[in-house]
């Protein structure tokens, strides 16, 4: 199982919120607030 590579980016909203985005090897996009 070849391990697959990933790009996060973390960005602070301007309500204060944190934004994590985590682009994978396979163009899927996944995106959480905290």
Do not use: G, H
């Amino acid at each position: 199982m070849k391990r697959s590579k990933f790009i996060a980016s973390i960005s602070l909203e301007k309500n204060s919120q944190l934004k994590l985005e985590i682009l994978t090897e396979s163009d899927q996009s996944f995106v959480l607030f905290f």
